[in-house]
């Protein structure tokens, strides 16, 4: 049995994932603590396994292991779920007091073969792995985590040319604070 990969963005309104420069500043954009704990307590329950890019990697390991559990409540999932990055130039990828499994070689093939071994995998941000998986089919599942904010240009969450998609969609949660998550299945 084929695992489920579900690829997850934070985008702006306007479906973009980083700003023109690669930042990633509309994200605080609205100041309300994290309108999206419960949602991601509760999809996280349904995840086997975490995979990154190497840069995402970098942003998470520098943060994640040192979180706060009582301020960041996905903080303890994270950490305990086991991870893994795709990446040819890593040499090496501690978390905490313990380590990220590299995978090596062709994304597509490397985590093809990770969708055999986990039944829940989730890739978040990590845009040029999504890119990657995307391309080769192997998505399973689109979640949209929308920042109610318009930035007006930037780097798009899905790669240049990917050509049409048919989506069906799975959830929607709407938050006080403007944010709306959205559940796409990939047919």
Do not use: C
């Amino acid at each position: 049995m084929t695992g489920r990969l579900t690829v997850e963005q934070i985008v702006s309104v306007d479906g973009y994932a980083a700003e023109p420069d690669g930042g990633i500043r509309f994200m605080e954009a609205v100041e309300t603590g994290n309108p999206n704990d419960e949602d991601q307590l509760a999809f996280l329950e349904h995840v086997d396994a975490i995979l990154l890019g190497a840069n995402t990697y970098r942003m998470f390991a520098d943060y994640w292991p040192h979180a706060d559990p009582e301020v960041e409540v996905v903080a303890e999932p994270i950490n305990r779920l086991p991870k893994f990055v795709v990446s040819n130039s890593l040499t090496d990828a501690p978390w905490g007091a313990g380590a990220v499994e590299i995978l090596r070689g062709d994304a597509a093939t490397s985590v093809a073969a990770l969708k055999e071994r986990f039944g829940g995998i989730v890739v978040w941000g990590s845009l040029t792995l999504a890119d990657a998986l995307l391309e080769a089919g192997l998505v399973d599942e689109l979640r949209l985590r929308i920042v109610p904010v318009l930035i007006g240009a930037g780097r798009s969450f899905t790669p240049e040319g990917l050509g049409e998609r048919r989506l069906e969609l799975d959830r929607v949660v709407s938050h006080p604070s403007g944010h709306v998550g959205v559940t796409y299945r990939l047919r």
